[in-house]
């Protein structure tokens, strides 16, 4: 018997794709990038509409601090606290809020305390940081 022997493969046997045109014009090539459009639109305007929705909730949040703000002001008998300033009203030197005596263990609180370069007057805006 005989062996069958297969001639040997070289590089020239190997087959690629790189001399075949890409068809980009295939139709259903497009019609796969149209629905990848539409998709990614659709969820880009579901994005936008939650995100405008965060908006008008921290608006609306605003509104409700610079109500309580406000109330808060006329209780005390502050006309308007400026941005960045002290009271339309307050003299220099007055607005401080006298401290209620600290019930903890710290020493040193007491009634009368005057208020320090770190604490907050009526006047001041309070600043929190996250």
Same mark, same amino acid.
């Given at each position: 018997? !005989?062996?069958? +022997?297969?001639? !040997?493969? !070289?590089?020239?046997?190997?087959? @690629? ?9 295939? &139709? ?9 459009? $539409? +998709? $990614? ?25 610079? $109500?309580?703000?406000?109330? %808060?002001?006329?209780? %005390? ?9 002290? &009271? ?9 809020? &006298?401290?209620? &005596? ?6 040193? +609180? ?5 208020? +320090? !370069?770190?604490? @907050?007057?009526?006047? $001041? ?6």
């Amino acid at each position: 018997m !005989s062996k069958f +022997t297969q001639p !040997s493969r !070289s590089v020239r046997d190997i087959k @690629t794709l790189a001399g075949m045109a890409d068809d980009v014009r295939a &139709p259903h090539k497009m019609y796969m990038r149209l629905f990848a459009l $539409e +998709t $990614e639109r659709h969820r880009r305007l579901q994005e936008r509409a939650s995100a405008m929705l965060r908006v008008d909730n921290i608006d609306a949040r605003c509104a409700e601090i610079a $109500e309580e703000m406000e109330q %808060l002001l006329q209780i %005390l008998g502050v006309e308007a606290v400026a941005p960045g300033g002290p &009271p339309a009203n307050a003299r220099p030197g007055s607005g401080r809020v &006298p401290t209620q &005596p600290h019930r903890g263990r710290g020493k040193g +609180t007491g009634a009368g305390r005057q208020t +320090t !370069s770190g604490e @907050t007057s009526v006047g $001041e805006a309070v600043k929190i940081r996250y």
